[in-house]
């Protein structure tokens, strides 16, 4: 395996993309050649129109197992299990984000019984203009 690693390194194909069609149409006269780049001819071929593709398929890629679970090899190598272990963490999520909103509006109803609501026209015709000094009084003598 060692001595073949030059070999397995080594890149078999390029997409090669050009400002200009010159500099394609270039590429595509020197079929003839005898250029090499890392001792293997070059070999140039025209890619198809992107109206050509068939957009629907593209979920599908070469190896692809028309099994629903792949996660029996290998489940990082899955593109299936993947989704699954991502919409299973994003599920996870929402639950736990429900249960604390929960957890909260049991709170504030908590808090509303403790501190409930009072009518403060009445407050202001008991104490009047005072009602900052017995606010004040009171919470230096309760500390």
């Not at 029996?72 to 599920?91: A, H, P």
């Not at 909103?101 to 609501?117: R, Y």
Request: hydrophobic residues 40%; negative net charge.
């Amino acid at each position: 395996m060692e001595d073949d690693y030059d070999s397995l390194i080594r890149p078999t194909a390029a997409f090669i993309i050009f400002e200009e069609e010159e500099g394609a149409a270039q590429a595509l006269k020197t079929v003839g050649d005898d250029r090499k780049l890392m001792g293997l001819p070059l070999k140039f071929t025209q890619a198809s129109e992107p109206t050509d593709i068939i957009w629907e398929n593209r979920h599908f890629y070469p190896g692809f197992d028309s099994e629903i679970f792949c996660c029996r090899k290998d489940w990082g190598e899955s593109r299936v299990c993947r989704e699954i272990i991502g919409y299973t963490f994003v599920i996870i999520a929402l639950c736990l984000s429900f249960f604390f909103i929960l957890w909260l509006a049991s709170l504030e109803k908590k808090f509303g019984n403790v501190f409930p609501a009072r009518n403060c026209n009445d407050i202001e015709s008991t104490y009047g203009a005072s009602l900052e000094e017995y606010a004040y009084f009171d919470y230096v003598f309760v500390k």
